[in-house]
C-alpha cells in the first residue's frame, strides 16, 4: 500500500463525520418537528372534543338535568335496571309494565350497548369513590361521546387525505346541526354512541382494506359489534362495507389485503352480531344482510380465481370462467328462490321496502308514516342540519373521484347512499351529516392547501391516504404499498420506499405563483363562510334541538315562562293512583308514563304490535258509548289525552288524531272509517262544519270537555272555536275527569265502573251529571298566545 494512499483514507474519513453529523442533525430537526406537530394536532383535538362537549349543555344551562324527549326515558328506565341488578337479570328481564296485558321480553327487544356504556361508566366511578347518579351519567353520554365521535371522524378524514383534512372534518361534526339533533345533553337515544361507532367502523375498514392487517380487520369486527349492540342502523355498514368491495373487485383493484380484511369481517362480524340477543340469527335468515354472505361468496370464487388464472392457459381459463360464471350465476339464484321459497330467508322487512318506495309506509305502514321523523326530507331540512356543508360536501364528493383512490371510492359510495336515503327519511339525516363534514372538511383543506401551499409549506400526508405531498419527496413504505393496491394481485405489493418523480405535479399545488391580492380574495370569503357556518350551528343547536319535550317553555314579552305540564301530569298519575293502574294513552306517550309513573301502559314506543295499537286507535275514534266497551274489555283504569288547543302546543293528540284512524282501520275497517272523518268538503275539522262521527268521537270529548269554561273560546292550535255540541254542562257518561295539569297541557280522566245492572252508557246516562269543575278563570290571563319553544309534532 502506498504513502499516498494511506494519506487519503484518513482525509476521506474526515469529511464524511461533518456529513454523517449533519445528516442526524436534519433527522434529529425533523423529528423534533413531527413531534411539535404531534402535540398541536392533539391540543387542537382536545380543544374540539371540548366545543363538541360543551356546544350540547344548552339544555342543562336552560331547563336542568334532565333526560329529554320519548325513546330515551325507556333507555334511561332500562340502564336503572342494568345498574340495580345483574347483566343476567337484564337480559332476561320481562317488562309487566308495558303493552298490557302482553307485557314485554326486553332482553331479547334492546339493543342493549347503550346501557352496557352508561353502567359500566356508573360501576368505574363507583369503584374509584366518585359518586354520580345514573341520570348525570345518562344526561351527559351523549356530548361526551360526541367528542369521541369528532376524534374517529378525524381518522376516517385522515385516510381519505391528510391531519388538516382530518381536524376540519372533526370540527365540522363537532357543531353540525344534523349530529347534535340526536347527541345533545338529555338525549339518550342509541344514536348518542351509534354515530361514534359508525365513524370508527369505517376508519377501521379503511385501514384493514389499506394494510391486510389482521389485527386491524379484529378491530374493525370489534368496532361493528359495538355498533350492533348499539343501534338498529348498523344494517347501514352490513351493505356498503360489501358495496365497496364489490366496487373494488369491478374496478380490477383486488388483492390478498382486500380479501383477508373482508373476510375476517364478515365471518367473525356475523358471528359477533349474532352475540346480540335482538339480532340473534337474523344475519343469516333475513334479506337485509344477504348482500354481505353473497360477496363473502363472490369474493371466495375471485380469489379462487386469480389463483388459477396463473396454473392455467389464457384460453384454458377464459373457457372455465364463462362456463363457471354462467354455473355460479345458475346456482346462486337457485339457491336464493329454493331459500325464499322455503322461508329459510326471510323477505324484506316492511320498514325496509319504505325507503324504495317512498308510498309503502303510508300505504301499508301508517304506523311508520304517522311519525314525522319518517317523512321525506325537503331541502329546507337538508340547509337547516348542514347549512353550508350542503356547498362544501358536493366539492369534497368531486375530489374523490378525481384521485378516486379505494379509500376516496369508499367515501363516494357512502356520501350517495346516505344522500339517498337522507332524502327518503328525515331521520336518516343522521347518516347524512357525518359523510357531509368528512367531504366538507376534504374539500376546506384541498382550498387551503391550493391557496396557502407555500405559506405553511405541504399538507401532511400520512402512509396510503392516497394524498401525494408535495413535488420529489420520499413516499413512505405502506403508502407506496397502498397505492399499488388498485393493480390486481393476489399477492402483497413489496413494501420499498418509492419516490414521486420530480416531473409529477402535486395535488392541489398552484399552477403558478398567489399573489398577496388572489391569496385574500380567496381565503377571507371562505374565513367568514366559516364563521357563518359556526354561528349557524350554534345556533339551531341551542334553539331547536335543546329543549327537552317533557318542559316546554314560552315567552311572555321579555320575561320567559317554563311550562311544566307533563311532569306534573304523571306525577299526579304516581302519588294519585294504584300501583297497579292501567293508563290507556297514545303510544307516543308510553314510555315517559312507564318511566316518571311508573303505571302500565296499553302501548309505548316500541310499537312492535300494530294490532294492539290499533285497538287504542279504535277507542279514540269511536263513540263513547263503544269506547267504553273497548276500555272495558281491556281493562283501562285511567286515560291520557294531550291537548294543545288552549295553549297553542300544536303536537297534540286532536293534530294526531287522523294517524289513530287510519291506524285502527288498517285493523278494524268495519268499526272505524278515515273517510267519516271528513266534513261533507272532505276536510278534517273540529269547528260547526265538523262530521258527526268527528264530534262524537271520544277523542274529541275528551279533548275539548269543558273548554267552554275557560272562556278563551277558540281552540289557538286549529284558530277555530270546536263543535258547539261541547258545551259548558255536556257531562261525560263513560270517564270523569279527575286532573287536568294547569295550562290544559294534559288531561286524565278515569274510566267508569261497568255497571251492576249491565245497563249501556246510553241507558244509564241519565242517572247521573258529574260534578263539574269551576271554570279557570285564571287561564285566559295568564296564557295569551304563546310562542313554544319545545317539542313539536313527532
Given at each position: 500500500m502506498s504513502t499516498s494512499t494511506m494519506e487519503q483514507k484518513p482525509a476521506a474519513a474526515a469529511a464524511t463525520l461533518p456529513d454523517e453529523a449533519s445528516a442526524a442533525l436534519q433527522r434529529q430537526k425533523e423529528?423534533?418537528?413531527?413531534?411539535?406537530?404531534?402535540v398541536m394536532r392533539l391540543v387542537i383535538l382536545g380543544l374540539i372534543w371540548l366545543v363538541a362537549f360543551g356546544s350540547r349543555l344548552f339544555s342543562v344551562v336552560r331547563f336542568e338535568s334532565i333526560i329529554h324527549e320519548f325513546d330515551p326515558w325507556f333507555n334511561y328506565r332500562a340502564t336503572r335496571m342494568l345498574v340495580n341488578s345483574s347483566l343476567d337479570d337484564f337480559l332476561n328481564?320481562?317488562?309487566?309494565?308495558?303493552w298490557y296485558p302482553l307485557g314485554r321480553a326486553v332482553g331479547g327487544t334492546v339493543y342493549p350497548g347503550l346501557m352496557l356504556v352508561s353502567a359500566s361508566i356508573y360501576r368505574v366511578l363507583q369503584a374509584v369513590n366518585i359518586p354520580m347518579d345514573i341520570r348525570h351519567i345518562c344526561v351527559f353520554l351523549a356530548p361526551v361521546f360526541s367528542g369521541a365521535t369528532a376524534v374517529s371522524t378525524y381518522l376516517f378524514t385522515r385516510e381519505l387525505k391528510d391531519e388538516r383534512a382530518g381536524l376540519f372534518a372533526a370540527a365540522f361534526i363537532a357543531l353540525?346541526?344534523?349530529?347534535?339533533?340526536r347527541s345533545v345533553a338529555g338525549s339518550y337515544d342509541n344514536e348518542a354512541v351509534a354515530i361514534f361507532a359508525l365513524q370508527l367502523t369505517f376508519f377501521l375498514w379503511l385501514r384493514a382494506q389499506r394494510t391486510g392487517s389482521t389485527l386491524w380487520s379484529l378491530a374493525c369486527v370489534a368496532s361493528y359489534w359495538f355498533m350492533v349492540a348499539s343501534w338498529g342502523g348498523y344494517v347501514f355498514i352490513t351493505n356498503l362495507i360489501p358495496l365497496h368491495v364489490l366496487a373494488m373487485v369491478l374496478l380490477g383493484r383486488f388483492n390478498s389485503r382486500l380479501h383477508t380484511a373482508y373476510s375476517i369481517f364478515y365471518v367473525f362480524g356475523t358471528l359477533a352480531s349474532m352475540?346480540?340477543?335482538f339480532v340473534n340469527f337474523q344475519p343469516v335468515k333475513t334479506s337485509e344482510h344477504m348482500a354481505a354472505l353473497g360477496m363473502f361468496v363472490l369474493l371466495q370464487g375471485v380469489a379462487g380465481l386469480y389463483t388459477l388464472r396463473r396454473l392455467m392457459s389464457p384460453a384454458a381459463f377464459r373457457r372455465l370462467l364463462v362456463a363457471g360464471g354462467l354455473a355460479a350465476l345458475v346456482a346462486g339464484a337457485s339457491a336464493l328462490y329454493v331459500l325464499r321459497d322455503t322461508d329459510l330467508i326471510r323477505p324484506w322487512a316492511g320498514r325496509f321496502y319504505s325507503l324504495w318506495d317512498t308510498n309503502y309506509a303510508r300505504v301499508h305502514l301508517p304506523i311508520v308514516a304517522s311519525v314525522s321523523e319518517h317523512q321525506p326530507t325537503t331541502w329546507t331540512s337538508f340547509f337547516f342540519d348542514l347549512n353550508l356543508m350542503t356547498v362544501f360536501f358536493p366539492v369534497g364528493l368531486f375530489l374523490c373521484f378525481r384521485r378516486f383512490g379505494d379509500a376516496h371510492v369508499?367515501?363516494?359510495?357512502?356520501?350517495?347512499?346516505?344522500?339517498?336515503?337522507?332524502?327518503?327519511?328525515?331521520?336518516?339525516?343522521?347518516t347524512l351529516a357525518p359523510i357531509a363534514c368528512v367531504l366538507s372538511g376534504?374539500?376546506?383543506?384541498?382550498?387551503?392547501?391550493?391557496?396557502?401551499?407555500?405559506?405553511?409549506?405541504p399538507a401532511d400526508s400520512p402512509a396510503g391516504t392516497g394524498h401525494p405531498p408535495a413535488v420529489g419527496t420520499p413516499v413512505p413504505a405502506a403508502a407506496a404499498a397502498a397505492e399499488a393496491s388498485a393493480?390486481?394481485?393476489?399477492e402483497p405489493t413489496p413494501t420499498k420506499a418509492a419516490t414521486i418523480p420530480a416531473a409529477a405535479p402535486a395535488a392541489g399545488s398552484p399552477p403558478g405563483t398567489l399573489g398577496l391580492i388572489d391569496r385574500v380574495s380567496v381565503l377571507l370569503p371562505l374565513v367568514l363562510v366559516l364563521v357563518v357556518l359556526h354561528l349557524h350551528c350554534i345556533f339551531v343547536t341551542s334553539t331547536s334541538y335543546s329543549n327537552p319535550s317533557v318542559v316546554l317553555s314560552a315567552s311572555l314579552g321579555d320575561s320567559r315562562m317554563i311550562i311544566d305540564d307533563f311532569r306534573e301530569s304523571y306525577s299526579w298519575l304516581r302519588h294519585n293512583t294504584p300501583q297497579d293502574a292501567r293508563i290507556m294513552s297514545w303510544w307516543d306517550y308510553g314510555y315517559q308514563i312507564s318511566g316518571f309513573s311508573n303505571r302500565t301502559v296499553l302501548v309505548d314506543n316500541n310499537t312492535w304490535n300494530n294490532t294492539h295499537i290499533a285497538t287504542v286507535g279504535k277507542a279514540f275514534a269511536m263513540d263513547e258509548a263503544n269506547a267504553f266497551d273497548v276500555m272495558v274489555q281491556n281493562d283501562v283504569d285511567y286515560v291520557l289525552v294531550v291537548f294543545g288547543g288552549l295553549l297553542g302546543y300544536s303536537g297534540d293528540d286532536i293534530n294526531k288524531f287522523l294517524w289513530m284512524v287510519r291506524i285502527a282501520q288498517g285493523v278494524y275497517p268495519g268499526d272505524v272509517t278515515e273517510r267519516a272523518f271528513f266534513n261533507s268538503r272532505g276536510q278534517f275539522k273540529v269547528d260547526e262544519t265538523a262530521s258527526p262521527t268527528m264530534y262524537n268521537s271520544l277523542m274529541f270529548k275528551l279533548s275539548y270537555h269543558r273548554f267552554y269554561s275557560t272562556s278563551v273560546g277558540k281552540d289557538r292550535v286549529r284558530m277555530v272555536a270546536p263543535h258547539s255540541s261541547i258545551s259548558r254542562d255536556t257531562p261525560l257518561a263513560s270517564v270523569e275527569e279527575v286532573y287536568t295539569s294547569s295550562s290544559w297541557?294534559?288531561?286524565?280522566?278515569?274510566?267508569?265502573?261497568?255497571?251492576?245492572?249491565?245497563?249501556?252508557?246510553?241507558?244509564?246516562?241519565?242517572d247521573f251529571l258529574p260534578a263539574l269543575k269551576p271554570p279557570l278563570a285564571p287561564v285566559e290571563s295568564v296564557l295569551p298566545r304563546l310562542a313554544l319553544s319545545g317539542a313539536g309534532e313527532r
Amino acid at each position: 500500500m502506498s504513502t499516498s494512499t494511506m494519506e487519503q483514507k484518513p482525509a476521506a474519513a474526515a469529511a464524511t463525520l461533518p456529513d454523517e453529523a449533519s445528516a442526524a442533525l436534519q433527522r434529529q430537526k425533523e423529528q423534533a418537528q413531527r413531534s411539535r406537530l404531534f402535540v398541536m394536532r392533539l391540543v387542537i383535538l382536545g380543544l374540539i372534543w371540548l366545543v363538541a362537549f360543551g356546544s350540547r349543555l344548552f339544555s342543562v344551562v336552560r331547563f336542568e338535568s334532565i333526560i329529554h324527549e320519548f325513546d330515551p326515558w325507556f333507555n334511561y328506565r332500562a340502564t336503572r335496571m342494568l345498574v340495580n341488578s345483574s347483566l343476567d337479570d337484564f337480559l332476561n328481564w320481562f317488562d309487566h309494565l308495558a303493552w298490557y296485558p302482553l307485557g314485554r321480553a326486553v332482553g331479547g327487544t334492546v339493543y342493549p350497548g347503550l346501557m352496557l356504556v352508561s353502567a359500566s361508566i356508573y360501576r368505574v366511578l363507583q369503584a374509584v369513590n366518585i359518586p354520580m347518579d345514573i341520570r348525570h351519567i345518562c344526561v351527559f353520554l351523549a356530548p361526551v361521546f360526541s367528542g369521541a365521535t369528532a376524534v374517529s371522524t378525524y381518522l376516517f378524514t385522515r385516510e381519505l387525505k391528510d391531519e388538516r383534512a382530518g381536524l376540519f372534518a372533526a370540527a365540522f361534526i363537532a357543531l353540525a346541526p344534523g349530529y347534535s339533533s340526536r347527541s345533545v345533553a338529555g338525549s339518550y337515544d342509541n344514536e348518542a354512541v351509534a354515530i361514534f361507532a359508525l365513524q370508527l367502523t369505517f376508519f377501521l375498514w379503511l385501514r384493514a382494506q389499506r394494510t391486510g392487517s389482521t389485527l386491524w380487520s379484529l378491530a374493525c369486527v370489534a368496532s361493528y359489534w359495538f355498533m350492533v349492540a348499539s343501534w338498529g342502523g348498523y344494517v347501514f355498514i352490513t351493505n356498503l362495507i360489501p358495496l365497496h368491495v364489490l366496487a373494488m373487485v369491478l374496478l380490477g383493484r383486488f388483492n390478498s389485503r382486500l380479501h383477508t380484511a373482508y373476510s375476517i369481517f364478515y365471518v367473525f362480524g356475523t358471528l359477533a352480531s349474532m352475540t346480540v340477543p335482538f339480532v340473534n340469527f337474523q344475519p343469516v335468515k333475513t334479506s337485509e344482510h344477504m348482500a354481505a354472505l353473497g360477496m363473502f361468496v363472490l369474493l371466495q370464487g375471485v380469489a379462487g380465481l386469480y389463483t388459477l388464472r396463473r396454473l392455467m392457459s389464457p384460453a384454458a381459463f377464459r373457457r372455465l370462467l364463462v362456463a363457471g360464471g354462467l354455473a355460479a350465476l345458475v346456482a346462486g339464484a337457485s339457491a336464493l328462490y329454493v331459500l325464499r321459497d322455503t322461508d329459510l330467508i326471510r323477505p324484506w322487512a316492511g320498514r325496509f321496502y319504505s325507503l324504495w318506495d317512498t308510498n309503502y309506509a303510508r300505504v301499508h305502514l301508517p304506523i311508520v308514516a304517522s311519525v314525522s321523523e319518517h317523512q321525506p326530507t325537503t331541502w329546507t331540512s337538508f340547509f337547516f342540519d348542514l347549512n353550508l356543508m350542503t356547498v362544501f360536501f358536493p366539492v369534497g364528493l368531486f375530489l374523490c373521484f378525481r384521485r378516486f383512490g379505494d379509500a376516496h371510492v369508499f367515501a363516494i359510495l357512502n356520501g350517495l347512499t346516505a344522500v339517498y336515503f337522507s332524502a327518503v327519511m328525515v331521520r336518516l339525516v343522521l347518516t347524512l351529516a357525518p359523510i357531509a363534514c368528512v367531504l366538507s372538511g376534504y374539500a376546506v383543506s384541498h382550498l387551503l392547501d391550493y391557496y396557502l401551499g407555500g405559506v405553511f409549506g405541504p399538507a401532511d400526508s400520512p402512509a396510503g391516504t392516497g394524498h401525494p405531498p408535495a413535488v420529489g419527496t420520499p413516499v413512505p413504505a405502506a403508502a407506496a404499498a397502498a397505492e399499488a393496491s388498485a393493480t390486481p394481485t393476489t399477492e402483497p405489493t413489496p413494501t420499498k420506499a418509492a419516490t414521486i418523480p420530480a416531473a409529477a405535479p402535486a395535488a392541489g399545488s398552484p399552477p403558478g405563483t398567489l399573489g398577496l391580492i388572489d391569496r385574500v380574495s380567496v381565503l377571507l370569503p371562505l374565513v367568514l363562510v366559516l364563521v357563518v357556518l359556526h354561528l349557524h350551528c350554534i345556533f339551531v343547536t341551542s334553539t331547536s334541538y335543546s329543549n327537552p319535550s317533557v318542559v316546554l317553555s314560552a315567552s311572555l314579552g321579555d320575561s320567559r315562562m317554563i311550562i311544566d305540564d307533563f311532569r306534573e301530569s304523571y306525577s299526579w298519575l304516581r302519588h294519585n293512583t294504584p300501583q297497579d293502574a292501567r293508563i290507556m294513552s297514545w303510544w307516543d306517550y308510553g314510555y315517559q308514563i312507564s318511566g316518571f309513573s311508573n303505571r302500565t301502559v296499553l302501548v309505548d314506543n316500541n310499537t312492535w304490535n300494530n294490532t294492539h295499537i290499533a285497538t287504542v286507535g279504535k277507542a279514540f275514534a269511536m263513540d263513547e258509548a263503544n269506547a267504553f266497551d273497548v276500555m272495558v274489555q281491556n281493562d283501562v283504569d285511567y286515560v291520557l289525552v294531550v291537548f294543545g288547543g288552549l295553549l297553542g302546543y300544536s303536537g297534540d293528540d286532536i293534530n294526531k288524531f287522523l294517524w289513530m284512524v287510519r291506524i285502527a282501520q288498517g285493523v278494524y275497517p268495519g268499526d272505524v272509517t278515515e273517510r267519516a272523518f271528513f266534513n261533507s268538503r272532505g276536510q278534517f275539522k273540529v269547528d260547526e262544519t265538523a262530521s258527526p262521527t268527528m264530534y262524537n268521537s271520544l277523542m274529541f270529548k275528551l279533548s275539548y270537555h269543558r273548554f267552554y269554561s275557560t272562556s278563551v273560546g277558540k281552540d289557538r292550535v286549529r284558530m277555530v272555536a270546536p263543535h258547539s255540541s261541547i258545551s259548558r254542562d255536556t257531562p261525560l257518561a263513560s270517564v270523569e275527569e279527575v286532573y287536568t295539569s294547569s295550562s290544559w297541557l294534559v288531561r286524565i280522566y278515569r274510566v267508569r265502573e261497568p255497571d251492576i245492572f249491565g245497563r249501556t252508557v246510553d241507558e244509564r246516562f241519565s242517572d247521573f251529571l258529574p260534578a263539574l269543575k269551576p271554570p279557570l278563570a285564571p287561564v285566559e290571563s295568564v296564557l295569551p298566545r304563546l310562542a313554544l319553544s319545545g317539542a313539536g309534532e313527532r
